[in-house]
């Protein structure tokens, strides 16, 4: 990483940021060809590679995928707690900006390399929310207090070839454009030339970073880290099993006793006599000398034993059950598959908390950016789905004997409603809406 060069002019705040997103493409890009299933043959032996390379460069047995798209896939925002009007109107712009696409793809990209970003554009007319990859944008934030994000780059490649960049500040924003057409957006140096200056009516940079397991001193971290080595472990393991069931198929077999003429000149067997077998030859002789053995049986269950192996330490490590990952449950119970999903239900809620303030950040500069103030100072936190997985009978139970203790309001919360879901479950009822729990004294059931 770049050593803070003290930055004062755009453009040098240009140089410096785009330097830190050239420094973190690396990286990046691994994560990236990791999820998509593009591995290098690691853990194999120059001469494993002379002899099996060329045939085996195309397979990887991709577990990066699953370990990022498990949570991923639990992560759904329902709506927005906080003041009433605030979050009916925040829940409004998230739908208009349609989100829920746009929120799984930043998930994704979060967990995948630990960093996403969401740009909301402070000149609109309506809020606007961009989600955007960390190989086109990049925040840095003040050293002396990392909540205080004090420049950030947004980069791209347009359709006429040239790059754009566009450098953000909390009073102002400033836009420059390659002089020349460029290949690549993210790799080399760029001659800029700046294009336009304007102020920055939010006060702030409207570039919000939704970081995952995030670290103070390296930012958000992705989930791949430690998968990554185990997944090219059972590269390895599935070619050496794909290698072994070639030759088992076809065991190899070992002739003696015959004399194969040679060369006189030059010592080499002569290839009119040369021994080739395969499938549709058999092999005779006609001395009673030669014989001709096999070599032994391999027990192929070694190598699936020592993938299952594997497997399970990618479960043990991401916190993702192992049936997720093994596809095997037999005769399990549904206590016992909540006992199991355990741990993935508190990181999906550790993600959540992390996440969920990002959010609440993009909503509170989709109000300055459209003149509501007062919007933005009582918005909540996102509400999310429950990311358990509950038999239908277990939760119809559990709500059934939570009736008079709970208000109505959280217990179909607790069903998994959303909050206009709920809101219209209660007036169906003919319930009065009720915002905190009734009083003791006057509730039979709860002073029991």
């Not at 077998?277 to 014989?291: G, M, N, W």
């Not at 999906?348 to 993009?362: C, I, T, Y």
């Not at 509501?372 to 789905?385: F, K, L, Q, T």
Request: glycine residues 6%; hydrophobic residues 40%; charged residues 20%.
């Amino acid at each position: 990483m770049v050593v803070l060069a003290n930055p004062q002019t755009p453009e040098e705040w240009l140089h410096f940021l785009e330097r830190k997103l050239a420094d973190r493409a690396i990286q990046v890009e691994q994560f990236e060809k990791y999820y998509q299933g593009d591995h290098p043959l690691a853990f194999a032996s120059s001469k494993y590679r002379e002899a099996f390379g060329n045939l085996l460069t195309e397979f990887a047995d991709n577990w990066c995928r699953r370990v990022v798209d498990t949570p991923v896939q639990r992560l759904s925002v329902t709506g927005f707690g906080g003041d009433a009007s605030a979050a009916e109107r925040a829940w409004s712009i998230w739908n208009a900006n349609d989100m829920e696409t746009q929120a799984a793809w930043a998930h994704t990209e979060a967990v995948k390399h630990g960093v996403a970003y969401a740009t909301v554009d402070p000149f609109g007319e309506t809020p606007r929310i961009d989600i955007d990859h960390p190989l086109q944008t990049i925040v840095h934030h003040s050293p002396e207090n990392r909540r205080v994000r004090q420049a950030a780059l947004k980069k791209w490649r347009g359709t006429d070839g040239f790059v754009y960049a566009n450098v953000y500040f909390a009073d102002s924003v400033f836009k420059f454009k390659s002089s020349s057409r460029q290949a690549i957006h993210h790799v080399g140096t760029i001659a800029w030339q700046r294009i336009e200056s304007l102020g920055n009516p939010l006060g702030v940079v409207p570039i919000v970073p939704i970081e995952n397991n995030l670290s103070l001193l390296h930012g958000g971290t992705s989930d791949l880290i430690d998968v990554i080595p185990l997944n090219d472990l059972l590269n390895k393991l599935m070619n050496d099993l794909t290698v072994a069931s070639e030759f088992q198929a076809y065991r190899q077999r070992v002739i003696t006793g015959v004399e194969i003429p040679k060369d006189p000149e030059t010592g080499e067997l002569l290839a009119t006599v040369e021994l080739k077998a395969a499938i549709s030859r058999f092999l005779t002789f006609e001395s009673p000398d030669v014989k001709v053995s096999e070599l032994g049986q391999l027990d192929l269950q070694v190598y699936t034993n020592a993938v299952e192996t594997v497997v399970n330490h990618i479960a043990a490590l991401t916190a993702i059950p192992p049936h997720y990952l093994m596809g095997k449950v037999v005769n399990a119970s549904g206590d016992a598959l909540t006992v199991a999903e355990t741990g993935l239900v508190f990181k999906v809620k550790s993600k959540q908390r992390d996440f969920g303030s990002a959010w609440s950040e993009v909503l509170r500069l989709c109000f300055l950016a459209s003149g509501e103030a007062d919007n933005a100072s009582h918005i909540g936190r996102p509400i999310w789905a429950n990311p358990e997985q509950r038999q239908l009978s277990q939760l119809a139970d559990a709500i059934s004997k939570l009736d008079g203790i709970l208000p109505v309001e959280e217990i179909y919360a607790l069903w998994g409603g959303t909050p206009e879901e709920i809101k219209k479950w209660v007036l169906q009822r003919g319930l009065p809406p009720r915002d905190v729990l009734p009083d003791a004294a006057a509730d039979p059931a709860l002073a029991a």
